[in-house]
C-alpha cells in the first residue's frame, strides 16, 4: 500500500477556524496551518489551553488569537471555509472538574460550530475520540464497534458528550448539508501537554524528572496505544482535505499497544531516572484495552502513524525537561539544559528515521 506523505497545497489560501487551538493538540494544529499557507483564526477560553503555545504565532500576519467560549454563540466576521472543532478539556481530571460544563461544550459547543460552518458554506471537522467505546468488550476497535459506556459513570460527561457531538454532526449533515468529518483520536502525546492533566505519559514524565515515585492506577497490565502529536495532525489534515464522501468516523491513533506498566519503565530509561513504581486502585470505568483499527485511515486518506514510541517519548521528555524542576544532580545534568533546540533536534532524528 502506498501511503501519502503531505497534504496537496491548497489553490488558495483557506481561512481555517481551530477552535480549542491554544490546546495541546490545536496549537500544534495551528503551527501546522499556517506552514501551508493557510489563513488562521484560533478560538480558546484558555481554561485549559494556554496562551504561551500560541504566542510565537500572535504576531504572524494571517494568525487571529479569538478569546471566547463555544458554549456562547460564535460571532466570527468573514469567511470561512474550514473550522476544525477541537474545544473541549479532553483528560479526566480536568472534564470531571465541571462535568457539566463539559457536556455543555460538548453539545451546545459543536451545536454553535455547526451553525457557523452552516452559516459559511465551511466544512467541519469534529475531534471525537476513542472514550466513544467506553471499557470496550471489542478488541481491538473498529469504527463499527457500537461502544461500551457506562452513561451514569464519572466519565459519561466526556464519553456521552463525544457521542452526542457525534451525532450533531451528522443530523446537521442530512438535514442541512453541513460537510463533516469525524476523527475519532486515540492517546495523543508529545511537546504541550500539560504538566496536570492528570494523562499517563505526562504524569510519568513529570513524576520521573522530579525524581518521585511513578504512580500507575491499577495492577499496570491495562493497555493503551500512544501516537505521537505530529501523526495525528498528518491525520487530521488528511481527513479535512479527503473527498466530501470521506465522513468519518475514522480512528486516529497508533495501533501500537503497550500495557501502562511497561510506558512507565519507558520513560525511567529514557530520563535515566531513579522513580520508584507506585501503585494505586484503579478509577471507576477506566478502559482495561485501548487500540484502534486503523484501516479506514490507511484506505481512505493513506495514513498510518510513523513515529515509534521511545522517539516520540524522547521528544516529549526535552520539552518537560525545560519546564520542570529537576531534585536530582544526575537529571540535571541529563535534562535541566535551557536550550530549546532540544525539541527540535529530537523531532530531527524523528524525520530521519521516516
Not at 504538566?195 to 515515585?213: H, K, M, T, W
Not at 511513578?214 to 505530529?230: H, N
Not at 495501533?255 to 478509577?283: D, K, Y
Request: glycine share 6%.
Amino acid at each position: 500500500m502506498t501511503f501519502q506523505t503531505r497534504i496537496q497545497p491548497s489553490r488558495r489560501s483557506q481561512t481555517v477556524l481551530v477552535t480549542g487551538g491554544a490546546g495541546f493538540i490545536g496549537s500544534h494544529l495551528c503551527d501546522s496551518l499556517l506552514q501551508r499557507g493557510e489563513r488562521v483564526i484560533c478560538v480558546d477560553n484558555l481554561l485549559t489551553g494556554a496562551i504561551d503555545n500560541v504566542r510565537p504565532l500572535l504576531n504572524h500576519p494571517n494568525f487571529r488569537f479569538v478569546e471566547c467560549d463555544v458554549r456562547d454563540p460564535l460571532c466570527i466576521e468573514g469567511d470561512i471555509d474550514r473550522i476544525y472543532s477541537l474545544a473541549c478539556p479532553a483528560s479526566p481530571r480536568h472534564y470531571q472538574t465541571d462535568p457539566i460544563g463539559t457536556m455543555k461544550t460538548c453539545v451546545i459547543g459543536t451545536m454553535n460550530v455547526l451553525e457557523l460552518a452552516q452559516k459559511n458554506s465551511a466544512r467541519v471537522l469534529q475531534a471525537s475520540t476513542s472514550e466513544v467505546y467506553g471499557d470496550p468488550e471489542v478488541h481491538p476497535q473498529p469504527e463499527s464497534y457500537l461502544g461500551h459506556v457506562n452513561t451514569i459513570g464519572p466519565r459519561a460527561c466526556y464519553d456521552e458528550g463525544k457521542r452526542a457531538a457525534e451525532t450533531l454532526m451528522f443530523d446537521y449533515q442530512r438535514t442541512h448539508g453541513v460537510e463533516v468529518k469525524v476523527a475519532r483520536i486515540f492517546n495523543t502525546y508529545g511537546p504541550r501537554m500539560l504538566e496536570n492533566d492528570g494523562r499517563v505519559v505526562s504524569n510519568f514524565i513529570v513524576q520521573a524528572l522530579r525524581g518521585e515515585p511513578i504512580t500507575i492506577y491499577g495492577e499496570g497490565t491495562q493497555t493503551r496505544s500512544f501516537c505521537f502529536i505530529d501523526d495525528l495532525i498528518r491525520g487530521l489534515a488528511l481527513l479535512m482535505e479527503s473527498p466530501p464522501s470521506v465522513t468519518g468516523p475514522c480512528n486516529l491513533g497508533n495501533p501500537q499497544e503497550i500495557t501502562i506498566e511497561s510506558v512507565a519503565r519507558e520513560v525511567l530509561a529514557c530520563t535515566n531516572s531513579a522513580s520508584s513504581l507506585r501503585f494505586e486502585p484503579l478509577p471507576k470505568d477506566d478502559p482495561k484495552r485501548r487500540k484502534p483499527v486503523i484501516e479506514t485511515a490507511e484506505r481512505a486518506l493513506g495514513w498510518r502513524p510513523r513515529v515509534a514510541l521511545q522517539d516520540g517519548l524522547r521528544a516529549t521528555i526535552a520539552y518537560f525537561a525545560l519546564r520542570v524542576a529537576t531534585p536530582s544532580p544526575v537529571l540535571l545534568r541529563a535534562h535541566a539544559s535551557r536550550d530549546t533546540s532540544r525539541i527540535a533536534r529530537a523531532r530531527l532524528m524523528i524525520a530521519s528515521r521516516q
